[in-house]
Each structure stands twice: as structure tokens, then as C-alpha cells.
């Protein structure tokens, strides 16, 4: 009797793609990019393509099958995993013909959305091959815009998913001015141990941040970087001037210290 | 009466070309790369090249001029004082003939040595055009390549630079075995704060950290990642098996929680 055929089935690679400027992916990525058959990456909102499929678009060609997923911009557990699972069961689908590649913006391991894809993908089907290369993450293409060293030496550095971090209150779903005092507890134990702090996503919160960051005298030392890398990227230095700012969504804010600033911030020209 | 001519210099960049494979590199550093007269890079020890000058050295033709520059592995200020600033002059007289770029392994402002010589080279002439382009990280490096994710959802990511962050002491110059116990603070005092942790150059210090690790049963949940994305890279995910592991200087470990495990660990096939 004939053993049964083994399905044959491609790869999923989880690409990361940098933070914005197209030249910022990788030749690994890019190659990757290109040699693959289906392209996904994550649908735009509004009718505008995502930031991921702004940087691959011009590397494709007509023969490539893209790919848009939905993830919904929402906190609701089941909601999400309805999503991730409606994903991976149509990346399964193409897998059956061939490799397909995952685009994400920044870096695949760091606050990713191909995480959950994959996670989803390997429930569902646990024989899936999945692999994935690295990416520029956001807060080192910001210091990079801002022209400081984002560590040095011996600095500790704490990264805060600001969006969600606050006592696990889901900012956002909360308008901002309701969200307690107290939810900003988070980035006082991070000054309390950390030598520089970025607070990723920090548009919902930037008030009760930078009343923080006034408290401690470190706004002297505290920089807004929003769409980092991106044509409409925009750098707040001073951010004394600023009580109050309206962020883009891929806003981030680097708090260093005034060791950090004196002595070794270079506050050069940056690209 | 003429007035004086403005001198006419070139601009130092300052790339990152990612943690070794030389395919991590960006489509922006490598073009930036490729069109420089003059590549510094940090000159390796003992004879071998360094990471970052065996990455660039395939794309460099021989019109361009090779500059390594040392940076001797010590803690002692004044020597370190020393090294950056006769490396700051050998650039700039570089940067009289036209574009300097300086090649970092991994990110440039994440405790990248570009830092100290740009800042030396600011002192010394503070009009001097400085730029930076961001690189992949040793971080994301090692968790692509463990095939997990490094943080998911509102996970706090903590940066230890494990060998000079216990108490201050610089591990370097002292004996693993002398390192006092309390000299391990730093890391409770992380693990008291984040959801993951990710200590750098943990060589010198892993038989401390195992020990702490073990206390708190994070063992099944922490990695070594030795050489992320070299040919040599090692990987070790099973710690309880390794209380004592001779590792090399670029060597990194990875401590997640068992909520971080359970729930998002991927633990697929990687690159």
C-alpha cells in the first residue's frame, strides 16, 4: 500500500520592514520580499495604505499576490483573536501553493503584529514553518532623527508600551482626559529605575506624561519623535513649550536624564 | 578687502550595519556606505577583523580608503578619553578630502561606540556635520532568531548592559568569581519592574544571573543567544542545564515570564 503523500507546503516569514524611510529594510528582508509568491501585510485604515505596504509597494511586481489582513485598531480579546485567526486561516490557504512573507513595520519581535498571526497560524496548524528577520525598530530610528545616542555605558533603558501600560487600563478606549492619575504610576517606577525611558504610542497620554515629566525637571531631557524616518516625521525638543501636543498614532518619547544629556547627548545635525 | 573662504569639509556617518549577518544591513546604510571615499570602522583585537568591518568589507572596492580606528575593551576613562580623541583627529583630517562614514555592528545609538567618537570629534570641532543611520539590533536580532517574540501587547522591556551595570562595578577588570552578590541588585530590581529583560553582554555575570534566575524559576523562561545572526551564533533555551556557560563578549540572555511564555511564545522554526 502506497504511504501517504506528504503535503508540501511553503514558509512564513515575517519581514521586518523598518520604521518608515523605504531605504531602511534590509537586503535580507528585501530579498525575502521579492522571491515570494504572496505578499501580506497589515490593510491600512481609512482607505490609505498602512505604513508597511507604503515601504514594500514599490518593490513589487504585478506577478505578486498581495495580501491585506485586517487587525482591527480595538482592545476587545475576542474581537482580536477573531482577526488573527480570519488571517492565518487565509495565509494557510496560499501557504498550500507556496512561501508567503508577512510585511510589518519596525521590527517583526518588538510589539509586533506577525506575533499574533503566527501564533494563530501555529494553532490552527501546528506542522506550519515560520521564520522571521529582524528590522530597524522605532526608538533607535529616532534617536538616529534626533541625532542622541539612545544608551550608553552603563544607562538601563526601559521601553513602556504607553498606549496600554497605564495600571492595564486600555487607553484606547478610554477618552484621554478620564484616564486617573494614578495610571501614570507606571512611568514613575520606570524614572525610579531606568537611566532613559521611551514611552511607545504616547499620543493618548502626552498630557499626564509630560505633568510628570515636569515634576522630576526632565522635560529638559525628554524628546517627541512622531512618525519617525516617515516624509511627515515631526521632532519636539523643547518640550517645556509643549504642555500639550496632538500625536500621530506612531508617536514616541524618549526620556533620558541629565547625566545622559550633559554628557554625552550629541545634539548633532540629523537626517 | 576678500572675505575669508569657508572651508569646504565632508560629513561623517555614522551607519549601523546591523548584528552580523551581512544581509541585515539597510538598503540606506549600504548605499551610504558604498559611495564614501573614506569607511572607518572599529578595529578588531588579536589579528581578526571586527564584526562590522568583516559585514562591510564585501562591499567596499579597493578605491576606497579603509580607516580602522582603536577602541581599546577597557573601563579606564582616561585611556578611553584617549583612544576617541586620536580618533577624532585621524577623521577629521579625513573629513578635509570629502564624506567620512563610520560603521557600527548592530544600531548606532544603542550603546554604539559611534557616540563617543562623534562626541569627541564635536569637542574638538564643534561645526562638524554629523549624521546617523539607524541599524538592526542585537535584541531583535536574538529574538528573531529564537523565534519568539520580544514583547507583545503591554509588556515592559527592561535593557540591562550586564557588564558594567552591577552596582557600578566594572566587570571587565574584575574576576567573575569576585563580583559580590549584591552586585546582582540591578537585576532583581529589573525584575521587579518588567515583563522582560534583556541583559547584554551578559558573559562575565551568567553564573550570578543563573543563580537568580533559578531562584525566581525563570530558567524555562530565558535564552542565550551567543554571535545573533553570525555564522557561529549559538543558541541556549533550555538554562536549567547550563548553570555555568562559557560564552564570548556578544553574547545576550533574554528572560521573559511565564505569562509571556504561555501565552505568545512562538517557538517556531528560525532562521
Redesign the interface.
Known amino acids: 500500500m502506497p504511504s501517504m503523500p506528504i503535503p508540501i507546503t511553503g514558509s512564513l516569514y515575517g519581514i521586518?520592514v523598518?520604521?518608515g524611510?523605504?531605504?531602511?529594510?534590509?537586503?535580507?528582508a528585501?530579498?525575502r520580499l521579492q522571491s515570494s509568491p504572496v505578499v501580506a501585510f497589515p490593510k491600512g485604515i481609512q482607505g490609505k495604505p498602512g505604513i508597511a505596504e507604503s515601504i514594500i509597494t514599490p518593490w513589487l511586481t504585478d506577478q505578486q499576490i498581495r495580501l491585506p489582513l485586517t487587525f482591527p485598531y480595538v482592545v476587545d480579546e475576542q474581537i482580536l483573536s477573531a482577526a488573527w485567526q480570519q488571517a492565518a486561516e487565509m495565509v494557510w490557504a496560499y501557504l498550500q501553493t507556496g512561501d508567503v512573507v508577512f510585511a510589518c513595520e519596525g521590527?517583526?519581535?518588538?510589539?509586533?503584529t506577525f506575533?499574533?498571526l503566527?501564533?494563530s497560524l501555529?494553532q490552527q496548524h501546528s506542522g506550519?514553518?515560520?521564520?522571521?528577520?529582524?528590522?530597524?525598530?522605532s526608538p533607535?530610528?529616532a534617536?538616529?532623527a534626533l541625532?542622541?545616542?539612545?544608551?550608553?555605558?552603563?544607562?538601563?533603558?526601559?521601553?513602556?508600551?504607553a498606549l496600554?501600560?497605564f495600571n492595564?487600563i486600555p487607553a484606547s478606549s478610554t477618552p484621554a482626559s478620564s484616564i486617573p492619575a494614578s495610571s501614570t504610576n507606571?512611568l514613575e517606577?520606570?524614572l525610579g529605575?531606568?537611566d532613559v525611558i521611551v514611552l511607545m504610542k504616547v499620543s493618548r497620554v502626552y498630557r499626564q506624561v509630560w505633568k510628570i515629566l515636569a515634576h522630576y525637571q526632565l522635560l529638559d531631557y525628554s524628546y517627541v519623535v512622531a512618525n519617525a524616518?516617515q516624509p511627515h516625521q515631526v521632532i519636539y525638543s523643547n518640550l517645556q513649550a509643549h504642555p500639550d501636543l496632538k500625536l500621530p498614532y506612531f508617536s514616541l518619547l524618549i526620556v533620558g536624564t541629565k547625566a545622559n544629556d550633559s554628557s554625552?547627548n550629541?545634539k548633532?545635525?540629523?537626517?
Open positions: 521586518g523598518g520604521p524611510d523605504p531605504e531602511l529594510i534590509t537586503l535580507k528585501l530579498k521590527d517583526v519581535s518588538f510589539y509586533g506575533t499574533y503566527a501564533k501555529q506550519v514553518k515560520i521564520e522571521v528577520i529582524a528590522g530597524v525598530s533607535m530610528a534617536a538616529a541625532g542622541i545616542p539612545l544608551t550608553c555605558q552603563d544607562q538601563r533603558l526601559a521601553i513602556l508600551p496600554y501600560s492595564g507606571e517606577a520606570a529605575w531606568a524616518t554625552l550629541l548633532h545635525h540629523s537626517t
